[in-house]
């Protein structure tokens, strides 16, 4: 959802949006704020581990979870707020 929330700014800001999954690197496409890109910087590890099981495997803690959900959440808010 965080991936193509990115991607949706990107087509409304840029008019194309790329063939990537890291979130930083699409954050940083939309001029996310320093704290969007942090967010996407913690998770990043999680998604792409997710995404490509054959990649190094990162095993987050129960409360990091709650965080980046919360966190996750937030983004995502961010993101609808921009698109509407």
């Keep these: 959802m965080l991936e193509k929330s990115l991607k949706a700014l990107q087509i409304r800001?840029?008019?194309k949006f790329e063939m990537v999954?890291?979130?930083?690197l699409l954050a940083k496409s939309v001029d996310a704020p320093h704290d969007v890109i942090q967010v996407c910087e913690r998770v990043t590890k999680y998604y792409?581990?997710?995404k490509y099981p054959v990649s190094i495997r990162v095993i987050p803690t129960e409360e990091?979870?709650?965080?980046d959900i919360a966190d996750v959440e937030?983004?995502?808010?961010?993101?609808r707020s921009i698109l509407k």
């Design 74 to 79: 937030g983004v995502l808010e961010w993101a």
């Design 21 to 24: 999954h890291d979130l930083v």
């Design 13 to 15: 800001k840029l008019k």
């Design 48 to 50: 792409i581990s997710a």
């Design 64 to 67: 990091d979870v709650e965080s």
